[in-house]
């Protein structure tokens, strides 16, 4: 990958305002994060992320923490059942630890949500 093609990856901050298990999911997880976008009235929105990080995460504590997003990929549907198909808009960022579960990127202190790295 070239240092051009990776310029074209937008991370950035965000903060999780809600969290909830996925029903008929143990690994999956929804998350409502605010990325610092807005809508044409300057209006913050929402962003809805389905992460495969509930083994290794309960729902509650992640609500309110700084995460690392990447925020410019095409949103992604998942079929959890015929009736439930959630959109993802945007990924998560982790590493495996040790033991081999997930471990979020975060910053090290707080940083407006929607703030890009460099």
Do not use: H, W
């Not at 950035?12 to 998350?31: D, I, N, Q």
């Not at 300057?42 to 729902?59: D, M, S």
């Not at 808009?89 to 949500?113: F, S, T, Y």
């Amino acid at each position: 990958m070239t240092i051009e093609e990776f310029d074209k990856i937008e991370l950035c901050a965000a903060k999780v305002l809600s969290a909830e298990r996925v029903t008929g999911s143990e690994k999956l997880l929804r998350l409502e994060i605010d990325a610092g976008d807005k809508n044409e009235a300057g209006e913050p929105i929402r962003r809805q992320l389905v992460a495969g990080i509930g083994k290794a995460y309960e729902p509650e504590p992640l609500i309110g923490r700084e995460i690392i997003i990447v925020a410019n990929l095409d949103p992604r549907q998942f079929k959890i059942s015929p009736e439930l198909v959630l959109e993802s808009q945007g990924m998560l960022l982790a590493v495996l630890d040790a033991d081999g579960k997930p471990a979020l990127l975060c910053p090290e202190r707080e940083v407006p949500p929607g703030t890009r790295a460099r």
